[in-house]
């Protein structure tokens, strides 16, 4: 398998992925142009794009969509609740709510929680490979920390500093929905996440949706760091995705 997040942020959101067989991307935030030269600088072809799969429907995470469908056609893999929050009609899509198999990938989807209808983060798994994508969630429900260990890849939200946000310009209605279960994950709640879900498996974590007001990819790292550190874990590499510049090809 491999991956790559093509934008991460407040402005747009995207990841590639790859299997053997299949090319797919998770959400289509940003614009289709920029998607087309993200995909084009790391070798691919828009027009091989199989799938689009929809965490939420927040414009961030679907502004592109739209025109990215009616020039490639990609199957799109979604809930009844997104549909129903999407203002445009789709052709071609598959509702999505429990584990199953497309060509040689595993889909595994896990409910996450956002302000919005519904949400979901994915563990992909293809020839023994696994990615875990998680974004857009005010926290993980303890009942999938089993699913979610021992993964080789996690692409994995760390939105804001919680100091930075509380002192930042942010309204404080705009701070609490962020702060709440139903917002974003912070540096701290997502080291622990990832602290308790690493292995000796894991080989690389990419950390997404930094909040370019009320965090730095510095604060990001240092946490996550500091909280493996602490429970004696180490993952050999780390990776601070950006808004408008794509992250290396990672294969794992």
């Known amino acids: 398998m491999k991956a790559c997040v093509l934008a991460s942020g407040s402005k ?21 142009a920029y998607i087309e030269r993200s995909l084009r600088s790391i070798g691919i072809d828009p027009k091989d794009i199989m799938i689009v799969f929809l965490t939420h429907t927040h414009v961030d995470h679907v502004a592109g969509l739209r025109v990215f469908l009616k020039k490639y056609k990609p199957v799109v893999y979604l809930t009844p609740k997104m549909h129903s929050e999407l203002n445009f009609n789709l052709a071609n899509y598959v509702y999505l709510s429990s584990e199953t198999d497309i060509e040689d990938l595993n889909v595994v989807p896990i409910k996450t929680s956002h302000d919005v209808a519904e949400s979901y983060g994915f563990i992909f798994t293809s020839n023994d490979k696994s990615i875990v994508h998680i974004t857009d969630t005010g926290y993980i429900n303890v009942r999938n920390f089993e699913k979610l ?3 080789n890849l996690y692409i994995f939200e760390s939105n804001h500093d919680v100091r ?20 974003h994950l912070s540096n701290e709640q997502s080291s622990k996440y990832l602290s308790e879900f690493v292995s000796n498996n894991t080989k690389k974590i990419v950390l997404i949706h930094l909040s ?8 990001a790292e240092e946490a996550l760091i500091s909280t493996l550190k602490s429970k004696k874990k180490e993952v050999p590499k780390i990776i601070i995705a950006k808004q408008k510049e794509s992250t290396e090809l990672i294969e794992v």
């Open 12 to 32: 747009g959101n995207s990841t590639y992925i790859e299997t053997g067989r299949l090319k797919f991307l998770v959400d289509v935030g940003p614009s289709c």
């Open 149 to 151: 260990k021992g993964k």
């Open 164 to 183: 930075m946000l509380k002192e930042g310009k942010y309204p404080y209605h705009l701070q609490q929905r962020i702060l709440s279960d139903k917002g």
């Open 212 to 219: 370019e007001e009320n965090n730095t990819p510095e604060a």
